[in-house]
């Protein structure tokens, strides 16, 4: 069955320092990955999506993404993380023709 | 410039009072879907409409209804809220039936009291 698994339900970095958000997936085909950003009380945003191509993938506010098939990983990272990036961040993978299926997220905090 | 507008934003209901939330878009996407949310969990998809065509997922409750009376909106109906359904409803649209990028509402966070 596919799955997508972030093995970090919570992560606390300083402004400023690097960032990294793993996500993992079980998918039997080459899949369709997505990384979702939520701000509290507000309806998700999409960061990045990986379809085919370039395995390195460039995203909005700063973040990247890489394509690992060989460790069926896609993980988001930004080298430099600024307070407003505070929010719960989703991985997802697409299962079907109209289907996501989505991580159970990662909540990022920033200390000043 | 929202291209997917929930309302309301906060719903109270009271334990079994049929509730109704609405979705509109400015798109012109072919597919709207409805998700549920819970606190710290991952957004469920409930069903989706490609169209006119809806998608029940296997494992919704049939509590959970939907309408869709034109491209622009999509209504999520609950027939009798009970205190497990308080959750975030989350709109989403999609231009076709596939894996395009689907484009969030803000949301609207239901409570049942």
């Known amino acids: 069955a596919q799955s997508v698994t972030q093995p970090d339900i919570h992560i606390t970095v300083s402004e400023g320092a690097s960032l990294e958000l793993r996500c993992n997936y079980s998918y039997g085909a080459t899949p369709y990955l997505f990384w979702y950003v939520q701000s509290p009380g507000q309806g998700l945003q999409l960061l990045l999506k990986y379809f085919s191509g370039d395995t390195l993938v460039q995203g909005i506010k700063g973040f990247e993404a890489e394509f690992k098939r060989s460790q069926s990983s896609f993980n988001l990272r930004k080298p430099s993380v600024h307070w407003s990036d505070a929010a719960e961040y989703f991985c997802?993978?697409?299962?079907?023709?109209?289907?996501?299926?989505f991580g159970t997220g990662t909540r990022l905090q920033v200390f000043p | 410039d929202a291209m997917v507008i929930q309302n309301p934003r906060y719903q109270v209901t009271q334990f079994g009072k049929p509730v109704t939330l609405s979705c509109s878009q400015t798109l012109n996407h072919n597919v709207m879907y409805w998700y549920q949310q819970k606190s710290s969990q991952a957004p469920k998809l409930l069903f989706h409409y490609y169209d006119k065509d809806f998608n029940n997922e296997a494992d919704t409750p049939d509590n959970f209804q939907s309408r869709r009376p034109n491209t622009s909106f999509c209504f999520l109906d609950i027939r009798s809220p009970g205190l497990g359904d308080a959750a975030m409803y989350l709109c989403a649209t999609s231009s076709w039936e596939g894996l395009d990028i689907q484009y969030f509402g803000a949301g609207t966070r239901l409570s049942v009291l």
């Open positions: 997802a993978v697409g299962a079907s023709t109209d289907k996501l299926i």
